[in-house]
């Protein structure tokens, strides 16, 4: 069924290390794989998608990996600033229906000075 | 151009009553969809639509209506509130095809 499992649930981190979040995917038939940030009381905004034809995508210190034979997609931030701070969603496309947007439960990411 | 607005920001219910969430896109998006948000949860899914006059379910349907009688405006109806449905409620939509949502800035719905 429609499901997205995402890992870990909260992260903590020190200043200028790496986080990766994970996320695996039930339809193997999604073909699109955005990752949000949500900040306190504030709406989620889109930080980097992928398409299923592509393995990777960067845009500076963020990146996105896809394994679509496995059904999982990665997220990882390098050098980690206290603004990084926030919840982060990733979400699948589902075909059922007329391709509506699943969401991983989050991952809150703590970056300590 | 104002994108995705979302009306009202706050609301106090007493269990039982009813009302409408309002959420209103000036992008020409033909997909428009509600989520709920609850601490632990993410996002998820009540209804969407594709278009006017098309509306499906999501994951979290159940004590929630929808219809999209307009490309602008896709109103979320809870006809007898509950508890449960305690939560922020975001409106969100995008270009037909696969890309990225836009959100509203939420409704905060408390039920007692």
């Known amino acids: ?71 999982h997609f990665s997220l990882h931030i390098t050098e980690t600033q206290p603004e990084d701070s926030a919840v982060y969603f990733c979400a699948a496309i589902y075909s059922g229906g007329y391709n509506k947007l699943i969401f991983g439960a989050g991952t809150r990411l703590a970056v300590h000075p | 151009n104002a994108g995705v607005t979302q009306t009202p920001k706050f609301q106090v219910l007493k269990t039982g009553q009813s009302m409408t969430l309002q959420c209103a896109q000036d992008m020409n998006h033909e997909y428009m969809s509600w989520y709920r948000q609850d601490p632990g949860m993410g996002l998820r899914l009540i209804h969407y639509s594709v278009g006017a006059g098309i509306t499906d379910q999501g994951e979290v349907p159940n004590g929630y209506n929808v219809s999209r009688s307009t490309t602008e405006d896709f109103p979320l109806r809870l006809l007898s509130a509950a508890p449960s449905q305690t939560s922020v409620y975001f409106c969100a939509t995008r270009r037909q095809d696969n890309s990225p949502l836009h959100f509203g800035n939420g409704t905060r719905l408390t039920v007692t």
């Open chain 1, 1 to 71: 069924g429609e499901n997205v499992e995402q890992h870990p649930s909260t992260l903590s981190v020190q200043e200028g290390d790496s986080a990766v979040i994970k996320c695996t995917y039930s339809d193997s038939a999604s073909n699109y794989f955005p990752w949000y940030k949500q900040e306190l009381g504030k709406r989620p905004q889109l930080i980097i998608d992928i398409r299923s034809n592509v393995g990777e995508k960067k845009d500076q210190r963020i990146a996105v990996t896809l394994n679509k034979t496995a059904k």
